[in-house]
């Protein structure tokens, strides 16, 4: 019972966090067809320019600033890299991307330097909100489901309800038929695509100071937004929702079961003394969206809720 | 930095090479990342390194030669690594420096084997400062491999020697990334405290997987409910600050013991949380009472690197030595300075240590201190530091543990 | 109508191909039997032997990328497998277990190439159904799953230490008994060029040209008779094929391997190489392969900020040479056989001298900032010049050299596409 | 009575709520020359599409020579002597003229897959590809890269790729539009010498070219074969005229 409520509340919260992360990719990558490799390198300047402006004035100054700085940073990365290269195709947009990611690390690494910054939880938040069976749930914990929600609702609103959104939302799914009706198409990727950082900036103000800030975090966090986002499907962000609440619950119930392959598969004869029968369930959790990813590709290749295949 | 050609370390060789224009240079090649995501840490060490043949070196070197210790960047990649070796024995280097990942020091220790068995006369000496796994001065011992380093079951030993004489802890929990070394240590762990204090019981034995975790709050939570007094990880890297931070954020207030919780940012990433909580097993610890001198020492560095803190004072260990034996053999040849360093005792700051020729392990006492607010020396540019803690200094024969090794020694 | 000499004309003449396959290929050879004799360091054979395994690799790679299509992020996996096989082999052989005592130790890359082959041909078997994206994730999934797995089952790939050999036993062949580096050598060099001569072979065969077919057309590949999903798993058998055999002379050179061959830094490495060097061409990985070993090997001496280039590059390719270095010599001897000489190799000189100039720019940039972000108050001092970050000369040189170069670029190109 | 080479029972296809083809049932002879006609829209390609495996039909079956190919992957249906043309040119740019019609070529001879043998090595594909070649007078161009033919000589080169795998069953889908009055005469030509012994199946809007080459001739009209007959009873057909009126497409000839 313990370990389910505890699995339910991390799972929420980590979810919402992934959520966040991969909202943004799910609409570049819808639209666009990129798959941004440098997705995450966008939530790791998040944490970092947080961590420079709260250093500065304030955390809640940060939680705005931030992640507008990042997407003028990802319109200007569409606007002057990836429209030069569109043309050449999917494949040489996404090593761009993937290029990018590289040099985003090392010019963090110059200007914060190789080790990780101390960006802390604000005090206002810095308490436990409640207990559990005698852990504390914290209430920056709390928060940042808070957010996400209020980003989900926010997204929702924009998309279903304005007229911004509407176009958005048709270049979702046919983005030839946006430019024969006379939208300046280039100009709704470079809002998307930057809209796109911004909400993984968002992640990054929000997570940064959970975890880790230090030039590694984005490659921690690089190919689980993937994931999120094949396993949501292309064009779905209600999969990607699904998606993410799906692994966040997945990984963080997995740590919970203490039983070994060979205690599961014990009746066709898996002895605890081979090296499969010692796999530990909880040990593998972190695989496991791996195992999900490829699954699904083969079985299911538009995702859980995507119209359409990769 | 430009690794090879130090600019610091330049100017001082070239002030005192004109006292000393005929004397040769010893070379030292150190071989441990320098960029990428281990970057750091390869070049705290790196930068005592440096310090240390600075000083021996202005001091008039060692048999009036000069050290001139190289870097190369090894990516933490054992390929890279042998790329490296092989650069640096070309550049003439006779002595490797390594200490970052168990799978590099394997793969190095094989390679200096094969090549000194290949190469006859042109041997080189292996000095591993940090790479702990018992193997290397057990089953896997070699005549070239020197350990600098207190390896992991003495580590292990120290801890649990410490927990001995807490009353209060009656439970602990064990988690570890799940590959060889994280294994060695839980096994340790439960082993020697079913010796030292039977009465405790193990109330958890987690492992995760190397690297992977993004989140540990679900670990933490288990522990949380699992009730345990205290809890022991091996964890290093990334996986101890995550582990950590998760905890404090959970409100886990027990003691955690670690191996590696004086790696940089580890405590300023947890900040007023790690004062009581955070604790780790070393050789030395700047708050320690010392000399005059080893004050200066620790704070010359620090104005030199202030990125980085006088964490590894192993390293002053492996050059005092080295310094040592190559003036009691007369020659810097590795052959005669192996033999001498067989057996050799000095005295450092903090203690005694004594290289333990059956197998080439280093012996010398062990502190368990704790991350506090009162402190002469902070870390990572903040107020807060390491402290011992009561009855955290073990004795060398304590922490001392037998060996399987059957060392082959040549001719 | 169907005599011999008329289909026969269509066919490139015996100087054509004499030119183009037969010569690159001696003089390959040349070069190999060459380099010993320059009497080269330890240093020099270490980093040729990483270049000669890399060759192959990216090759292979290319195989997949380049002429079927498939862009994957885990093409290390078959390097790694065929390479722990080989280790595994070279155990066997020092053992001398059943058969095994009476194989050379030379022969280890086949044990590879089977390895490579086989994991291939298992992976690839769902993975190769699909195409473009999907399959790139696949791979990516993959990939990760088996170096997760390469921690849980120690008993193959031997956890965080992995397996080693020794390469000095079984059968000696030409005299060699692998010993010293320098007679590693002659094995590295035997197999680069048999891996080259293989893959370029293949794409002279059947599959190879259709493998192309398949990647420029999977659905008409389709009405004239051919399973796209079937071309498609048998290149990606033969590309995991040659991954493996890289991994096996890998093995040999090192006599070690360890899960991170396995990892996604290897796979994104050689899927840079292959991309700097020119996908579209065959020889474009061989210089990718070089140039990035290089770098990865001897830049790091002169600088840690050498992923910061090797970042720059890599975007700088994309952007400016899709087509890679191979595109960007081979355009500069086609247009030096083109009709306008004289403007083509002006517009080149100048794109060139502004390329230049603003790597200079970068260089300053970047040195400058490194050393003082490290803040060990070490200072850039290239050529007696004491470039400080507080110096306006640094910040003078910096902007002079970008300025410089971006001009001339812009000036070479609005001088291309006046007169195209 | 001549064997059956092709036959389309009770052939359905829907989109969704849209029916294409509605219960199509055909019978095309060995060896004969089968046009269909039809204003746009009345579903041609999309029956092709059905014939060479593209889609799967809804309902109903296809056989070619007695065996159900319906659902069958494009490749095997093409293994078993049916083979298509598209009627936009897909051909592989990539590749010479000469590349292009031996990957037809070599799959005929079971060599497709072959990773062991020299591409330029066989003689017979040498051979074949020659002959291929030159019925389509494509000889001359045989060295240059696809995407730099003219386009009426792309459209030769896509009935090259189409025959080349020696299938007996040909299916060209508008293989002159686009062309000029005097293109257009050596494409048919050229269908009429490649297509010889062979049992064609042709989609065309040229009406003097279907005229020209056809023996029979069937329209189809929204998705249903409202007459199936010889050239000479087509003409003449009052539902035929009928339903071609307003289509700007009436061709003068029929009257």
């Given at each position: 019972m313990e370990t389910l409520v505890f699995g339910l509340l991390n799972g929420v919260s980590y979810g919402l966090l992934l959520f966040m992360l991969s909202s943004g990719l799910t609409l570049i990558f819808s639209m666009m067809g990129v798959l941004n490799f440098a997705h995450a390198s966008f939530y790791m300047l998040g944490a970092y320019f947080a961590f420079t402006i709260s250093g500065s004035s304030s955390f809640w100054i940060a939680l705005f600033l931030a992640p507008v700085l990042v997407g003028l940073i990802g319109a200007a990365v569409e606007r002057y890299g990836l429209r030069r290269v569109h043309p050449n195709g999917h494949v040489a947009e996404l090593l761009f991307t993937f290029g990018l990611a590289y040099l985003i690390e090392e010019v963090v690494k110059i200007v914060y330097g190789k080790t990780s910054v101390d960006y802390r939880v604000p005090d206002l938040l810095n308490f436990a909100a409640f207990e559990v069976y005698g852990a504390s749930f914290p209430a920056y914990r709390l928060f940042v489901i808070v957010i996400a929600i209020a980003m989900l609702i926010g997204l929702w609103y924009l998309l279903k309800k304005t007229r911004a959104g509407l176009i958005i939302q048709a270049a979702l799914s046919h983005p030839h038929m946006v430019g024969h009706l006379g939208h300046n198409v280039p100009l709704i990727f470079m809002t998307v695509f930057g809209i796109g950082c911004a909400l993984a900036g968002l992640a990054g103000v929000m997570a940064g100071n959970i975890f880790v800030t230090d030039p590694a975090m984005a490659i921690q966090m690089g190919p689980i937004v993937f994931v999120v986002v094949v396993v949501g499907g292309i064009g779905s962000l209600e999969g990607a929702f699904v998606a993410s609440l799906v692994i966040g619950l997945l990984q963080n119930l997995a740590v919970g079961i203490n039983a070994s392959f060979a205690d599961i598969f014990g009746f066709i004869g898996l002895s605890e003394l081979s090296e499969v029968g010692r796999i530990n369930i909880s040990s593998l959790a972190p695989v496991l969206p791996f195992l999900l990813l490829v699954l699904i590709l083969i079985f299911r290749p538009q995702g859980l809720m995507g119209e359409k295949e990769l | 930095m430009t690794l090879r050609k130090t600019a610091i370390l330049a100017a001082a060789t070239s002030a005192l090479a004109m006292s000393a224009a005929n004397a040769d240079t010893i070379k030292m090649a150190f071989i441990d990342p320098l960029s990428g995501p281990f970057g750091p840490s390869g070049e705290a060490a790196y930068t005592s390194y440096l310090l240390a043949a600075e000083h021996i070196n202005a001091n008039g070197g060692i048999n009036g030669d000069m050290i001139e210790v190289t870097g190369y960047d090894n990516k933490v990649n054992p390929k890279e690594s042998l790329l490296q070796f092989q650069k640096a024995i070309d550049d003439g280097a006779r002595y490797i420096m390594q200490g970052n990942g168990s799978s590099v020091a394997a793969a190095l220790i094989d390679a200096v084997d094969k090549h000194n068995k290949r190469n006859p006369g042109d041997e080189v000496l292996f000095f591993n400062y940090a790479a702990v796994t018992p193997a290397f001065t057990n089953e896997l011992c070699s005549f070239w491999h020197f350990r600098f380093d207190a390896h992991a079951d003495m580590k292990m030993a120290a801890i649990t020697d410490w927990i001995k004489t807490q009353d209060d802890i009656k439970s602990v929990y064990l988690i570890g990334q799940d590959y060889v070394f994280g294994q060695a240590v839980a096994s340790a762990a439960e082993g020697q405290l079913s010796e030292k204090r039977p009465d405790i019981e193990i109330v958890g034995n987690e492992l995760h997987p190397l690297g992977k975790v993004k989140d540990f709050t679900p670990y933490i939570q288990k522990i949380i409910s699992s009730g345990a007094d205290a809890v022991i990880t091996g964890n290093w890297g990334a996986d101890m600050q995550l582990l950590t931070k998760a905890a404090a954020e959970n409100g886990s207030d027990v003691p955690y013991l670690t191996f590696y919780g004086g790696s940089k940012g580890a405590v300023s990433s947890l900040g007023d949380q790690a004062v009581g909580m955070l604790h780790q097993v070393s050789e030395g610890v700047t708050n320690l009472e010392a000399n005059e001198e080893q004050y200066a020492l620790i704070e010359e560095y620090k104005e030199r690197?202030?990125?980085?803190?006088?964490?590894?004072h192993r390293v002053w260990n492996v050059m005092d030595m080295f310094k040592k034996a190559a003036e009691e053999a007369g020659s810097a040849d590795p052959i005669p300075v192996a033999k001498a360093l067989e057996g050799m005792t000095i005295e450092h700051a903090y203690g005694t240590a004594t290289m333990r020729a059956s197998d080439h392990q280093i012996q010398q006492p062990l502190f368990v201190s704790v991350v506090s607010d009162d402190v002469k020396y902070g870390v990572d540019n903040i107020d807060l530091g390491w402290k011992l803690v009561d009855n955290g200094t073990i004795a060398m024969d304590v922490a001392e543990q037998p060996t399987t090794c059957e060392m082959e020694r040549p001719g | 109508m169907t005599d011999t000499t008329d289909f026969q004309n269509l066919a490139p003449s015996a100087g054509q191909k004499f030119r183009q396959r037969t010569l690159p290929f001696l003089i390959l050879a040349a070069i190999l039997l060459a380099i010993p004799m320059t009497g080269p360091s330890r240093t020099f054979y270490t980093v040729a032997h990483q270049m000669g395994i890399n060759v192959v690799f990216a090759l292979s790679y290319n195989m997949i990328l380049g002429k079927a299509g498939l862009l994957s992020f885990g093409h290390a996996v078959y390097f790694g497998l065929g390479g722990y096989l080989a280790v595994h082999a070279m155990g066997w052989i020092e053992e001398e277990i059943g058969l095994w005592g009476s194989i050379p130790m030379f022969f280890l890359p086949i044990i590879g190439f089977f390895g490579g082959a086989l994991a291939g041909a298992t992976i690839g078997w769902p993975s190769t159904r699909r195409a473009g994206t999907t399959f790139a994730m696949i791979s990516l999934g993959v990939a990760e799953l088996i170096f997760a797995a390469a921690f849980m089952f120690d008993s193959f790939f031997g956890g965080e230490q992995g397996i080693s050999g020794d390469r000095m036993n079984g059968i000696e062949l030409f005299g060699l008994s692998l010993g010293p580096i320098a007679e590693v050598y002659w094995f590295i060099a035997f197999w680069m060029f048999v891996g080259i001569l293989g893959m370029w072979a293949f794409t002279r065969t059947p599959l190879g040209r259709l493998s192309e077919a398949t990647r420029d057309n999977a659905q008409r590949v389709q009405f004239i008779g051919y399973n796209p999903q079937r071309v498609r798993y048998m290149v990606f058998i033969i590309a995991g094929g040659f991954a493996g055999l890289a991994g096996g002379m890998a093995a040999v050179n090192y006599e070690i391997f360890t899960p991170d061959a396995l990892s996604l830094l290897p796979s994104g490495f050689v899927l840079i190489m292959a991309y700097v060097g020119g996908i579209?061409?065959?020889?474009g990985p061989i210089f990718g392969a070089i140039l990035l070993t290089y770098m990865q090997s001897m830049l790091s001496d002169f600088t840690e900020a050498w992923l910061l280039y090797l970042g720059a590059l890599f975007i700088g390719i994309v952007m400016f040479a899709p087509r890679g270095l191979a595109g960007i010599i081979f355009g500069f001897f086609d247009g030096l056989r083109g009709a306008e000489r004289g403007a083509f190799l002006k517009g080149w000189i100048t794109s060139l001298v502004g390329g230049l100039f603003m790597l200079i720019g970068l260089i300053i940039l970047v040195e400058v900032s490194v050393r003082w972000s490290n803040g060990y108050g070490e200072i850039y001092e290239p050529f007696g010049l004491h470039l400080d970050h507080a110096s306006p000369l640094t910040w003078l040189l910096f902007l002079a050299t970008t300025g410089a170069g971006i001009g001339l670029t812009a000036l070479a190109n609005r001088h291309k596409e006046g007169t195209t | 009575m001549t064997a059956i080479a092709l036959s389309l029972k009770d052939l359905n296809k829907s989109f969704g709520p849209a029916k294409i083809i509605d219960n199509v049932t055909l019978d095309i002879e060995k060896g004969e020359r089968h046009a269909i006609i039809g204003p746009n829209g009345a579903g041609k390609s999309t029956l092709f599409n059905l014939i060479s495996g593209l889609y799967t039909p809804t309902s109903g079956s296809v056989t070619l020579h007695g065996e159900e190919i319906s659902g069958m992957a494009p490749h095997l249906i093409n293994h078993r002597g049916l083979s298509r043309s598209f009627q936009v040119s897909n051909i592989f740019t990539n590749m010479t003229v000469r590349e292009n019609v031996r990957c037809g070529v070599l799959n005929a001879l079971g060599q497709g897959y072959a990773f062991w043998r020299n591409i330029g090595s066989n003689k017979e594909v040498q051979t074949r590809t020659f002959e291929i070649l030159d019925r389509c007078g494509l000889v001359d161009k045989?060295?240059?890269?696809?995407?730099?033919?003219p386009y009426a000589d792309q459209r030769a080169l896509e009935i090259a790729i189409t025959i080349a795998g020696g299938a007996d069953v040909i299916l060209l889908d508008e293989p002159t539009a686009g062309m000029s009055h005097s293109e257009t005469e050596r494409a048919v030509q050229l269908i009429r010498t490649a297509t010889e012994g062979k049992t064609l199946i042709i989609v065309e809007h040229d009406m003097g070219v279907i005229f020209d080459l056809a023996d029979r001739i069937s329209v189809l009209v929204y998705g249903d074969i409202i007459a199936s007959d010889t050239p000479q009873n087509i003409r003449g057909n009052a539902k035929v005229r009928e339903a071609y009126l307003g289509d700007e497409d009436l061709p003068e000839e029929i009257a």
């Open positions: - | 690197f202030p990125d980085y803190d006088y964490y590894y | 579209t061409y065959f020889v | 045989a060295a240059l890269p696809a995407s730099l033919l």
